[in-house]
Nanobody
């Protein structure tokens, strides 16, 4: 089981930036699929982005493409989410998640941004964007 701890949330005005961090422990981090999900009050959890920490492949939700960037520092067992040009609709609790890659001729992380593909979750960090 992977333990995940997020940090970096906060309150910003629209157009501002934040960087979230997710530090993993308790597992071979470099073999994981790492993802960020978010959930706003009264709304369903939404997949934001996934990164394969082995080869750096990324998948983004359309709503954040061009504004958010995920990266991974395997030496620090940490994934980062750089969020630029923030909008009020980005306001949510952001959760980091880790899952095992799948194998179909090669190892890969699923691109569907589905929470069911991830078995370990952090407690979350709040992001609030004001207009």
């Amino acid at each position: 089981q992977v333990q995940l701890v997020e940090s970096g949330g906060g309150s910003v005005q629209a157009g501002g930036s934040l960087r979230l961090s997710c530090t993993a422990s308790g597992h071979a981090y470099s073999s994981n699929c790492m993802g960020w999900f978010r959930q706003a009050p009264g709304k369903e959890r939404e997949g934001v982005v996934v990164i394969d920490t082995g080869d750096g492949t990324t998948y983004y939700a359309d709503s954040v493409k061009g504004r958010f960037t995920i990266s991974a520092d395997n030496a620090k067992n940490t994934a980062y989410l750089q969020m630029n040009s923030l909008k009020p609709e980005d306001t949510a609790m952001y959760h980091c998640a880790a899952g095992r890659p799948r194998y179909s001729g090669r190892w890969y992380c699923p691109s569907s941004l589905q929470a069911a593909d991830f078995s370990s979750w952090g407690q979350g960090t709040q992001v609030t964007v004001s207009s």
